[in-house]
């Protein structure tokens, strides 16, 4: 896992990094700062609608006594959403606005839900209730 995480770590940045120098050759420097502060600000308008979105929907839930688990993982997508957008960088971006529009959040959530059900019938995760 540590060696799949420190791969990531190198890749992912230098990654950015040569597709932000290469806009910048293609449309200039200013442009792609422009273009960057852009989708950040957009990322952020876009996490605070939907995260509202999402904890009504919760709020709503609770008052009708049912557990909002599906919206918490919502939540959960949102906020890395979010996240993915205020970090500068188009593969972050591209990966943030996936994971901020509904229909392209579902596939997420599906795969988070399948690695939650995975790790908790293995044991590797445990819950603990309090009365």
């Not at 952020?44 to 909002?68: D, F, I, M, S, Y």
């Not at 392209?104 to 795969?111: D, E, G, L, M």
């Amino acid at each position: 896992m540590f060696r799949i995480l420190f791969l990531l770590l190198l890749i992912v940045p230098a990654a950015e990094i040569a597709i932000l120098i290469w806009v910048g050759h293609l449309i200039g420097p200013l442009p792609t700062f422009i273009l960057i502060v852009l989708t950040s600000l957009l990322g952020a308008w876009l996490a605070k609608k939907e995260g509202l979105h999402a904890l009504r929907l919760a709020q709503t839930q609770l008052q009708n006594g049912q557990v909002p688990g599906f919206v918490l993982i919502d939540g959960l997508c949102i906020l890395a959403g979010g996240i993915f957008l205020f970090t500068p960088g188009f593969i972050s971006d591209v990966i943030g606005v996936l994971l901020l529009i509904p229909p392209t959040r579902a596939v997420a959530k599906a795969w988070l839900l399948r690695y939650f059900q995975r790790k908790i019938k293995s044991g590797q995760y445990h819950f603990y209730w309090k009365r």
